[in-house]
């Protein structure tokens, strides 16, 4: 019997955390993938030996609510950094600061990107978890409560500055 069609012994444990039978991984034809791109595969981890490093196709709505509530805060945080910016304050960002001063249009495009990139990366490993106890959605509602908290201040900012 070839070494794929094996059985594998029985192993104590959660019956879906067992792997038995055929091998299921075997080419698929040319356009067999396709109707997977609205659905997704992966809706959930199922082995405990899955939570480590393992993105999935589909994500909760909610948590693409927030990643995009963190999109739009990141570009007022920018159209509100340009107007302090007009009233005499300065970047606190020290990688950000030297292209502000240099053209406006690069320094939004690059703020909006380092804020997309990393969160994308976030929500595709949203299941995983750091530090034994920290799940990586919770940093990304983390991240939603400091740009609300930064938008906050700018805003009182922005009521100090037009007071005067």
Known sequence: ??????????????AS???HGPARRQRCPLF????FLLRGR???LRRASDQRGVCLDWHPAGLWIVALGILVLSALDAAFTLTLVQYGASEAN????????RDRHEFINLKL????VPL???VAHSRLVIYRY??????????????LVVIAYELLLLNFLTAE
């Open 113 to 116: 990107l380092l804020t997309a």
């Open 17 to 19: 955390e067992r792997r």
């Open 94 to 101: 020290p990688l950000l600061r030297p292209l502000l001063e």
């Open 1 to 14: 019997m070839p070494p794929a069609l094996e059985r594998v012994p029985a192993q104590r444990g959660n």
């Open 42 to 44: 992966r809706r959930m």
């Open 32 to 35: 067999a993938d396709w109707h």
């Open 134 to 147: 920290i799940r990586v959605e919770r940093i990304v509602h983390g991240l939603l409560l400091v740009y």
């Open 120 to 122: 994308v990366l976030l």
